[in-house]
């Protein structure tokens, strides 16, 4: 294993990690600090999958795969008197949705790669992080699954309540993930600057 492919590995794990200790606290009404630090793990993506192709971005995937399953078990363990911290439902709805994103993320850049160099990175994130809101919020929190865990009460996701704070009624978890949705779109923009500035340094061809 190549030292660069071990550093994607490092920076995944490091923001798979970071994201699970920040989605512990609020920012704002609908989001949570985690949302923030999330999406940088598309940027990790991204970054190995020009450097170095879609296999190396996989292995980096599957790692930071493994890394988040540790953290949904070691948040299983911790009781905050109410119930554990991480329910069975969110450790599915976090690992499903973070490993089939993140392998869209990788098939879709390297099917685009040839184009002009924003539009891999820039497309591939949005449609990875498009299913990963989908994903995760509709297993965790959605009525319609609660087979996946009857004992665990989200009913409280349910919550009728205007869009965001404004728009149409719709249940709380929608608005949570429109909320964290935005957020990624915007990270995902943000995120061009470092891809061009890593990659216009350590490659001549983009």
């Not at 999330?38 to 599957?62: C, E, I, K």
């Not at 399953?69 to 069975?88: E, K, N, Q, R």
């Not at 994130?125 to 004992?151: C, Q, W």
Request: net charge positive.
């Amino acid at each position: 294993m190549s030292r660069d492919i071990r550093f994607g590995i490092g920076a995944m794990a490091a923001v798979v990690v970071l994201s699970n200790i920040l989605v512990q606290f609020l920012l704002g009404n609908w989001l949570t600090w985690g949302a923030i630090t999330y999406p940088f793990a598309f940027l990790v993506t991204d970054l190995m999958n020009r450097l170095h192709g879609p296999a190396a971005a996989r292995r980096v995937v599957v790692a930071g795969f493994a890394v988040g399953i540790a953290c949904s078990f070691v948040g299983t363990l911790i009781d905050l008197g109410t119930g554990p911290l991480v329910t069975l439902r969110i450790a599915i709805g976090s690992g499903t949705a973070f490993l089939v994103a993140q392998l869209l993320d990788v098939a879709v850049f390297d099917r685009m790669r040839r184009r002009q160099w924003w539009q891999a990175p820039l497309v591939s994130s949005v449609a990875g992080s498009s299913l990963d809101t989908a994903l995760f919020f509709t297993i965790a929190f959605s009525a319609s699954l609660t087979v996946l865990e009857p004992a665990n009460d989200v009913s409280w996701a349910g919550t009728i309540l205007p869009l965001i704070g404004k728009g149409p009624d719709v249940p709380l978890w929608v608005s949570l993930a429109v909320a964290d949705w935005m957020v990624k779109l915007t990270v995902a923009l943000i995120a061009l600057v470092p891809f061009r500035l890593i990659t216009s340094r350590l490659t001549q061809t983009i």
